[in-house]
């Protein structure tokens, strides 16, 4: 595509039974203040089924145009080749979706399509003199980096809570319907869709997670995460060793090779803080640490750090938040 032609930011939205994830929200607030900038305008993507009222909460997030294509089961290759037509027709000058597994598996797809390069785990966009430049975490966050992407448009994939969020009631936008057929591009068909229980599992829009790491001991006293976590209404997470040894699945992993989260409270219990967990919790809003190490490398990012056994601490935890609770 050539430079001259691009203009606008393209978004895609992901949703989950009919509501947008707080991911792709978070982004159109971020695109519209930097289109709004340049004179230009958003174009939200939003691929499923009965999507009328999510187009409406992104056009309040900041979409200007909401195009909805009819799908109704995710296929990689199908949502990938439908980016790319629409990519096509509307010659957006940046493509951006959350970086959900999702997302992180169609961008690089689409960017390929396009020829052009794809940012991941990106932190902030800024736009200087007119080139987009992402500054995403490299070296397991010990390092940020910031990039151009030469081709056009540039594609990138956004850490969740990177963003905050803007829903604007009196916002208008336009609502366009796309009937985009890709069906030949298809080479792999899912035929079957088995929902284990944990995948119901959203780390990425939970407002408090409880986790858990080799610390915790053992199954049985990994349980006292769950059940803090249940106190607090939270989700559980854990680290990788808690997640090998098999004391929760593997849809529960915080980290470089997890999930990429930003809670309003993060609860870390028996966890060292290792860089690769700890890059993909640090953009949580409060941090507590339990850890019988007072050196642990946790307690330097806990806001709160309490030094002594989770196997003590945590059911103490569990009963005064019960307490309170039932004030
Ligand atoms: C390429 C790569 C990718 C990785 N990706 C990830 C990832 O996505 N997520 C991830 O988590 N890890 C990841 N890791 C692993 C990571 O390097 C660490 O090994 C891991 O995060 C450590 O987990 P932990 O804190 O549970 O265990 P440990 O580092 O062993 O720490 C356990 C902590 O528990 C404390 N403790 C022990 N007993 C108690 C007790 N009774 N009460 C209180 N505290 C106690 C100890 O003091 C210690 O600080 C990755 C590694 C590599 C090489």
């Not at 393209?10 to 509501?19: A, K, L, P, W």
């Not at 854990?238 to 992993?253: D, K, L």
């Not at 090779?257 to 930003?262: C, D, L, Q, R």
């Not at 809003?285 to 309490?306: C, L």
Request: contains cysteine.
């Amino acid at each position: 595509m050539s430079h001259s032609d691009a203009k606008n930011i393209m978004v895609y939205v992901e949703t989950v039974s009919d509501t947008p994830l707080n991911g792709g929200l978070e982004i159109l607030t971020k695109a519209h203040k930097l289109a709004a900038a340049r004179g230009e305008e958003v174009i939200a993507v939003l691929i499923g089924s009965n999507l009328e009222h999510a187009a409406n909460t992104a056009i309040m997030a900041g979409a200007d145009k909401v195009i909805l294509v009819t799908k109704d089961n995710y296929e990689m290759e199908v949502y990938e080749a439908i980016l790319t037509r629409l990519a096509e027709k509307y010659k957006p000058s940046l493509i951006l979706s959350a970086g959900t597994l999702v997302g992180k598996d169609i961008l690089p797809l689409v960017a390929g399509n396009l020829t052009t390069g794809c940012a991941v785990d990106v932190m902030e966009i800024t736009d200087k003199d007119g080139n987009f430049v992402f500054t995403c975490p490299v070296y397991g966050g010990t390092v940020l980096n910031d990039l151009v992407i030469k081709g056009t448009p540039a594609v990138a994939a956004v850490r969740s809570g990177a963003f905050e969020k803007e829903l604007v009631v009196e916002r208008t936008g336009e609502i366009i319907k796309e009937q985009v057929g890709v069906e030949n591009t298809v080479r792999a068909k899912i035929v079957e869709v088995v929902n284990e229980m944990a995948e119901t599992v959203n780390l990425e829009e939970a407002q408090v997670i409880v986790s858990g790491g080799r610390g915790m001991g053992n199954k049985e006293n990994f349980r006292l995460v769950e059940e803090l976590a249940l106190a607090c209404h939270g989700v559980v997470g854990a680290t990788r060793p808690a997640i090998e040894a098999e004391w929760v699945p593997r849809s529960h992993q915080v980290g470089q090779s997890g999930k990429i989260v930003a809670p309003k409270l993060y609860i870390a219990c028996g966890i060292s803080g290792a860089t690769q967990h700890v890059s993909g919790m640090i953009g949580s809003g409060y941090i507590v640490a339990v850890n019988k190490d007072e050196d642990a490398p946790i307690f330097d990012i806990a806001d709160v750090g309490i030094v002594g056994d989770v196997v003590k601490v945590v059911p103490l935890l569990i009963e005064e938040i019960k307490k309170i609770q039932s004030l």
